[in-house]
């Protein structure tokens, strides 16, 4: 298993952690072509929102600067009443959670740390092109965390048995078919061919090899062999020919 560069933080930080969500609640909300039910903010996925006032109200905060203003001070409420950061972490809009980590990492401790981003990865439909985190801070991300949090005991087993060098495979579609080199890869050929062709997409499967320190994470609560590499050290990416039937890897 190789050693993890830990964040040198004892126990989280509440108080600056809301601080940080508190500037993070008042960045712009961005309009989608669904608003105001479909909206992009760190802390809502609709601009139809109920806020639990006397009494409580359904407002649509694209509308106007008074409603934004009573779901701000709302959420400010909100944050002022968590006890820990898990009370914190579950008022993220879930393709923010990543952001907010970034974010919030000088003021965690290294197990919540780690804990949530093994959490904020597996939710994220395509943590990959997470447009608010670059490749490089995601690496550094997972470079800092602790390999006893980031993973359940089986997974950090299957890395200690895995060889020095290893196999994995990437199933891209038209979608990410220029982010070749990314983090998550599979151990899995079958799993990667599905991913290749979901979407009714004629996508293609890459196979590269990795040596096994390179590794920094295996994910299997979503059955998909997933594995963390750091993708600059991926050698020998090459394509694999699509022969229209199911060949045995080796």
Aim: glycine share 2%; hydrophobic share 40%.
């Amino acid at each position: 298993m190789p050693k993890r560069r830990l964040i040198l933080q004892n126990q989280t930080d509440l108080k600056q952690v809301k601080r940080v969500s508190k500037i993070l609640l008042f960045t712009e909300i961005h309009n989608t072509d669904l608003s105001p039910m479909i909206v992009q903010h760190p802390f809502t996925s609709t601009g139809i929102t109920l806020v639990s006032l006397n009494p409580n109200q359904i407002l649509d905060i694209t509308k106007s600067q008074d409603n934004l203003e009573k779901w701000r001070n709302f959420m400010l409420n909100e944050f002022e009443r968590a006890k820990n950061i898990t009370d914190i972490y579950k008022l993220v809009n879930k393709p923010y959670c990543l952001t907010f980590l970034k974010f919030a990492l000088p003021y965690l401790s290294s197990e919540d740390f780690s804990r949530l981003l093994a959490d904020a990865w597996i939710r994220s439909e395509n943590p990959n092109m997470d447009p608010n985190i670059s490749k490089r801070q995601m690496l550094s991300m997972f470079s800092k965390a602790d390999a006893n949090y980031l993973m359940e005991e089986s997974e950090r087993k299957q890395i200690e048995e895995l060889d020095e060098e290893v196999t994995v495979y990437r199933g891209v579609t038209s979608y990410n078919a220029k982010n070749i080199k990314a983090l998550s890869w599979t151990l899995d050929y079958k799993k990667a061919k599905w991913f290749a062709h979901r979407f009714d997409e004629d996508g293609i499967v890459y196979e590269a090899r990795i040596r096994k320190e390179n590794i920094l994470a295996v994910f299997n609560s979503r059955n998909e062999s997933e594995v963390i590499v750091n993708p600059y050290k991926l050698q020998d990416i090459k394509e694999v020919p699509d022969l229209g039937f199911e060949i045995k890897i080796t």
